[in-house]
């Protein structure tokens, strides 16, 4: 008999804790002790997670097992890879060696679209996009490092080469068409010392990379002033985007914008 009240009561404790983790102080507390924390105060969201560091595999199972809930133990694990992080590359140990110009790329509105096509015509429309964008990034000797759905991370040793090979990519769309959605390409270009790891590169310049790339409208680039002041190409018309805003990004980060069509 007691033996089958032990799963009945781990089953009670489970659920007060769930209820207890849930609760709206809880969680609005453990936000603001984490605001206090160094480091990258959006960590948990798709763009800090993504990777396959250690790091990202284990936020990525904490957003997994929390998304669809309020939780206070969501924030502090959250919390304790955020400081980690910072921790890190205060030591130097969240940068690479080499400097390198970083450009993530995605499709404006493909997911709206996707919703109402489905699969087979947007995998048709994605296999389109990339068929005519990845040769022009690689003819500027561009590296894919990893496709993100509708979504490139792309490293070129030279800003200027990562600007050309994008409006060259965004220019190799026309004339693509699927259900009716025409693709169109915004862009970020970061350059800093992203930390290699295996094929992959993680660390706080990819996570500045993809957040400006994230930021940027219909068929505009923006480059950090990282990025420009390295520009060899002074023919290319850019202007300061004075409301720039990023979640995740530094507060004093200044960012130009190129037309891409």
């Not at 990777?51 to 284990?58: R, T, V, Y």
């Not at 429309?125 to 990845?134: C, P, S, Y």
């Amino acid at each position: 008999m007691a033996e089958r009240e032990k799963p009945r009561r781990m089953r009670r404790l489970a659920a007060a804790l769930g209820r207890f983790d849930s609760r709206p102080g809880m969680v609005k507390g453990t936000r603001a002790l984490r605001a206090l924390l160094p480091g990258d105060k959006e960590y948990g969201d798709p763009l800090s997670v993504a990777g396959s560091q250690p790091s990202s595999l284990i936020g990525q199972r904490i957003a997994s097992a929390t998304n669809e809930r309020p939780s206070a133990l969501r924030e502090v694990g959250f919390g304790a890879l955020q400081m980690w992080q910072a921790l890190s590359e205060a030591q130097g140990r969240g940068r690479g060696d080499k400097d390198m110009a970083i450009l993530f790329t995605d499709l404006v509105e493909f997911s709206d679209w996707a919703l109402d096509a489905g699969d087979t015509k947007a995998v048709d429309l994605l296999r389109k996009v990339g068929t005519a964008m990845e040769p022009p990034l690689e003819a500027n000797g561009g590296r894919i490092v990893k496709r993100l759905g509708d979504g490139l991370m792309v490293v070129f040793e030279e800003p200027s080469a990562a600007l050309e090979a994008a409006c060259e990519a965004s220019q190799a769309l026309d004339g693509i068409e699927v259900a009716g959605y025409r693709p169109r390409l915004r862009a970020g270009i970061h350059e800093g010392k992203p930390r290699p790891l295996g094929g992959d590169y993680f660390g706080v310049d990819v996570n500045i990379a993809a957040r400006v790339a994230a930021a940027a409208g219909p068929g505009e680039l923006l480059i950090s002033q990282t990025a420009r002041q390295r520009l060899e190409d002074e023919s290319v018309q850019l202007r300061r985007k004075w409301r720039f805003q990023a979640k995740g990004a530094p507060e004093d980060l200044k960012v130009y914008a190129a037309k891409l069509d």
